[in-house]
């Protein structure tokens, strides 16, 4: 099995920074692509920001220029650094990896964190 789990999350005010961390252990051969995700109440889970394994990001237009996703694949860590918060960034932010498994090298599984709540307010 494989799991997830974030952290970094709180409350912060406009114009702050965050930084959200999301380690995966368990059965893990290797990891492809990681990825943040968030949802705010009543809206869709969009994409905010992913990196290949080789280090290739990719962000949200909504994003650009105040976040900044990294890894690190000895550690199976993913990284989001937020900086200049805005209150719309307010939102469950959610790990993603696509995890070959020790036991089945031969399939990429998609994995979800549990989440981490993100606020912006004064």
């Known amino acids: 099995q494989v799991q997830l789990v974030e952290s970094g999350g709180g409350l912060v005010q406009p114009g702050g920074s965050l930084r959200l961390s999301c380690a995966a252990s368990g059965s893990i051969f290797s990891i492809n692509a990681m990825g943040w995700y968030r949802q705010a109440p009543g809206k869709q889970r969009d994409m905010v920001a992913a990196?290949?394994?080789?280090?290739?990001?990719n962000y949200a237009d909504s994003v650009k220029g105040r976040f900044t996703i990294s890894r690190d694949n000895a550690k199976n860590t993913v990284y989001l650094q937020m900086n200049s918060l805005k209150p719309e960034d307010t939102a469950v932010y959610l790990c993603?990896?696509?995890?070959?498994?020790?036991?089945?090298?031969?399939?990429?599984?998609?994995?979800w964190g549990q989440g981490t709540q993100v606020t912006v307010s004064t």
């Open positions: 990196i290949t394994s080789g280090g290739s990001t």
């Open positions: 993603n990896a696509g995890v070959i498994r020790s036991d089945s090298i031969w399939a990429v599984r998609d994995y």
